[in-house]
């Protein structure tokens, strides 16, 4: 059981509104739940998503292009589901970034998008962010984005920089990984539905999938995972509720959201460890200030 994290502050950098939750949900909710301040920063509203409910259709990009606006009120609601109250865009009513679509579109040469922002100046919006909250932890996407989406590879370039101009030192940074031992027995669990979800034959066909030894980090979130799959019914026009997300859920066990895995990529590791010594407690060997 961790420790009351009352005056901890945690601050998280993703690309487009659900990212949050797939990849962090559970141990926002976990660190929220113990008093640390947890802040999120969304550098897109995800204009460019794949809108999966057909009655939303008319909000995609190519219809009325108002997905962008319909996605804050989705994100807003899992916030509310994770009890996260920090939950900001990057940059301001003149400066925000657009989703870029993936790498080879139209989209993705918009001057507006979030690809082509200047990184000196996504960076700087950042840094002012740090320098505000002063976080003791920022977790963010490695330098392929997690599997190669533009805005996700951006997210942690800005990140990353923003780290590095702040004049808050940021003690320790996290990037989120999945260990293919975890994808591996969710393929094979997907296979037997006649689910060819992960696109995959093995983990080792997948960019976000890493050796097991990299992943330095796992939180145990399970007791806060039925908040992290309401919050993924919140994001409707992005995940299904009879679709893939949940099917996995229920054949693997909800375990597999309520585990989340990271990589210590500054600062040091420090106990507690698990008995594979990955750290159990991002927030671990800190001293708050």
Known sequence: MLQSYKGARILLV???PDDETINNGATMALYAALGAQ???????????GE????????LASSES??????REIELANAMKALGISDFRFLGDASTRFRDSGMMGTPQNDRPDVFWQADLATTSELLATVIDE?????LITYDEIGGYGH????????VAMAAAERANWSIPKIYWNTMPKSVIADGIEKMKALGSDFFGAESADD???????????????????????MHAMAAHVTQIAL???????????GLQVWGNEYYTLVKGERAEPFDEQGRETDLLAGITFA
């Open 14 to 16: 993703h690309a487009h």
């Open 38 to 48: 947890v802040t999120l920063v969304t550098c897109t509203r995800g204009e460019e």
């Open 51 to 58: 809108v999966l409910v057909p009655e939303l259709a008319h």
């Open 65 to 70: 292009d108002q997905l962008g606006p319909h």
């Open 133 to 137: 909250i002063k976080p003791h932890v």
């Open 150 to 157: 533009p805005d996700h590879i951006q997210a942690h370039r």
């Open 206 to 228: 997948l960019p976000f999938a890493k050796d097991d030894e990299f992943v330095t980090t796992l939180i145990d979130g399970n007791e806060y995972v039925q908040a992290k």
């Open 242 to 252: 009879d679709g893939p997300f949940f099917a996995l859920s229920n054949n693997m």
